[in-house]
């Protein structure tokens, strides 16, 4: 292992976990395309055998998002999808798992269109910072609380010290999606998180050319389970795409810097805005959990929704008019994105739920690029004009 605990973020993200290459001494990890190891002979201890069960590429991005995160270990899965069922695979049948309230569209339906049908699993949809409703929802068989903080695409956060906290009276797991900060805006290890999933198609990649997923756990305990069960259903990352997502990971603490504050630019910027009914950032004073956002997260990330005045034909007028931000299903790249959540990443869901949790047809999220500032802003000003004040 590296000596790079105590070291800052910017330098862990560069050097953290096993990177070495033992055939060429290459300063980064060879992307190892075998599926198979030669054995010395029968029984000789061997550090990698199958590619299922170990990968030295994939070992190499791993050991780094361990590091991180704060973690024990981590597993790479094929999507942030694979790394999300590789938790489920943890529960019993039968089991009980709490939600934030207005989870990612594919973690619901995972839960609902699968794992309640094949594993029996039941759900309660909670808003997880009203503790006593948390509390209130737990059953005997409940085995996890599944936390996103921020929230897609209304960027709300949750405590996650105090519903670690309950969770850990009733032995219960958690897992945060970290998948909208990345580690380096938060690390929910630190307040007494056990699981940190990510998608790492988005922060952790950056490029908008992978996908992918990881599971950090916070014990050498989980680390081995996970490890089990990505071997066993073979949920894990490819070679080529493990090395894209270590090669992205050496300029997150870049990329964030630039990503965020030029958010946080947008945000202000669109506070003010005639043709804007509301703007949903957790780095602005006016977010009713701005004081948490500094309590747990580095700065209010990359991400900024907007509900626009106006509905669905105001929305695609606005889009209409943009070029840099393009229109995607994704997010976390170094390129701005825009989502119209009502119909893409939210589009599965009942149009009644939508409304209940605020999404409607005239809310954009702003998936913010590392683009220059004032170029973004001139373009949304622009694209705003589109819609009469
Ligand atoms: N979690 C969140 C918050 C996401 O936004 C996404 C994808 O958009 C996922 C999980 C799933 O990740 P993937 O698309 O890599 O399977």
């Known amino acids: 292992m590296s000596d790079t605990k105590h070291a800052q973020f910017a330098t862990q993200v560069i050097h953290a976990g096993e990177q070495k290459d033992p055939a060429y001494n290459a300063i980064m990890p060879p992307v190892v395309t075998a599926s198979s190891f030669i054995k010395e002979n029968i029984g000789a201890p061997q550090e990698f055998g199958y590619s299922r069960g170990e990968n030295p590429t994939r070992h190499a991005l791993e050991s780094c998002l361990a590091e991180l995160e704060g973690g024990a270990g981590a597993i790479a899965c094929a999507s942030g999808m694979a790394a999300t069922a590789s938790v489920m695979e943890l529960l019993p049948r039968d089991a ?13 339906r995972l839960l609902e269109d699968c794992r309640s049908k094949t594993s029996g699993f039941t759900t309660s949809y909670v808003d997880l910072n009203d503790l006593t409703a948390v509390e209130a929802a737990i059953q005997d068989n409940t085995a996890l609380i599944w936390i996103e903080s921020p929230t897609n695409p209304l960027l709300k956060l949750v405590d996650m010290q105090s519903v670690a906290e309950l969770a850990k009276q ?6 945060v999606d970290n998948t909208f900060s990345s580690p380096w805006n938060q690390q929910p290890i630190k307040f007494g998180i056990d699981l940190v999933m990510h998608s790492t198609s988005k922060y952790v990649g950056g490029h908008s050319d992978l996908i992918g997923g990881a599971v950090v756990a916070a014990t050498p305990e989980l680390h081995k389970r996970l490890q089990y069960i990505a071997m066993a259903v073979g949920a894990i990352q490819g070679p080529f795409d493990s090395y894209l997502a270590l090669r992205g990971l050496k300029t997150l603490d870049l990329r964030m810097q630039r990503q965020s504050s030029n958010a946080q630019t947008i945000a ?15 780095g602005l004073p006016s977010h009713p959990q ?9 700065t209010g990330g990359a991400v900024v929704a907007i509900r626009l005045k106006g509905g669905l034909e105001e929305a695609k007028a606005v889009i209409g008019r943009l070029k840099y931000f393009v229109l995607a299903d994704s997010l976390g790249g170094v390129e701005s994105m825009i989502n119209h959540a009502f119909t893409m990443s939210h589009g599965g869901m009942p149009v009644e739920e939508k409304y209940a949790v605020g999404i409607t047809e005239g809310l954009l999220r702003l998936s913010v690029g590392a683009e220059a500032v004032e170029d973004l802003i001139a373009e949304l000003d622009h694209a705003l004009e589109a819609i009469s004040t």
């Not at 009733?170 to 897992?175: A, G, K, N, S």
């Open 96 to 108: 009980h798992v709490i939600v934030t309230a207005s989870v990612y569209g594919g973690t619901f």
């Open 170 to 175: 009733h032995q219960i797991l958690t897992c």
């Open 268 to 282: 202000e910027h669109l506070e003010q805005h005639p043709a804007i009914e509301q703007v949903f950032y957790p």
């Open 290 to 298: 701005h004081a948490l956002c500094k309590q747990q997260m580095k």
